[in-house]
T-cell receptor
């Protein structure tokens, strides 16, 4: 089946630290990959996406590269801010017949000043 | 109002009560979704509607009953729930699932925090 495995937190970092959140996937087809972020008290927001191998998604200083050979989509940011404190979800979707997003369990990040 | 709104934001109900959750999207989308978010578990897709037609029911117990009267509104009717149904229920919307463009970016509401006592 289709599944997403991501680092489970929670993780606490100091401001300006480097962030990596690992995400690997299993899919029966050729998925699109996403990172969603959920700030406290809010719904999920799309952070970035990639639709084919070697694509790099980027937004708000975050980046992730679609690696088909390692079935991975790791999220990185060079210097985190307090405002990045949130829960981060990796997800995939497959075109054709299954429109749904398959999510990882999410990882809570806290950034301290 | 903009985006996806959900009401109520918090709900406490007994196991014998009947209540409904409401979702409204102001994005001109035609597909709507219900998700369940429980602690320490991945988000679970419950239902998908496209142009008011249910296209997916992810083996959800019958005590959850969705209703989609039009492309802008989605309801989740609740009756005789169990304590394990306590969770955050998220609504999302996206563009038409038949014509795309793919991938379908989903826009989420803030959720309804449900507690079953």
């Amino acid at each position: 089946g289709n599944s997403v495995t991501q680092m489970e937190g929670p993780v606490t970092l100091s401001e300006e630290a480097f962030l990596t959140i690992n995400c690997t996937y299993t899919a029966t087809g050729y998925p699109s990959l996403f990172w969603y972020v959920q700030y406290p008290g809010e719904g999920l927001q799309l952070l970035l996406k990639a639709t084919k191998a070697d694509d790099k998604g980027s937004n708000k200083g975050f980046e992730a590269t679609y690696r088909k050979e390692t079935t991975s989509f790791h999220l990185e940011k060079g210097s985190v801010q307090v405002s990045d404190s949130a829960v981060y979800f990796c997800a995939l979707s497959l075109q054709g017949g299954s429109e749904k997003l398959v999510f990882g369990k999410g990882m809570k990040l806290t950034v301290n000043p | 109002e903009t985006g996806v709104t959900q009401t109520p934001r918090h709900l406490v109900m007994g196991m014998t009560n009947k209540k409904s959750l409401k979702c409204e999207q102001h994005l001109g989308h035609n597909a709507m979704y219900w998700y369940k978010q429980s602690a320490k578990k991945p988000l679970e897709l419950m239902f998908v509607y496209n142009f008011k037609e249910q296209t997916e029911n992810n083996s959800v117990p019958s005590r959850f009953s969705p209703e989609c009267p039009n492309s802008s509104h989605l309801f989740l009717h609740l009756h005789t729930l169990q304590p394990e149904d306590s969770a955050l229920y998220l609504c999302a919307s996206s563009q038409d699932l038949r014509t795309g463009p793919y991938p379908y970016e989903q826009y989420f509401g803030p959720g309804t925090r449900l507690t079953v006592t």
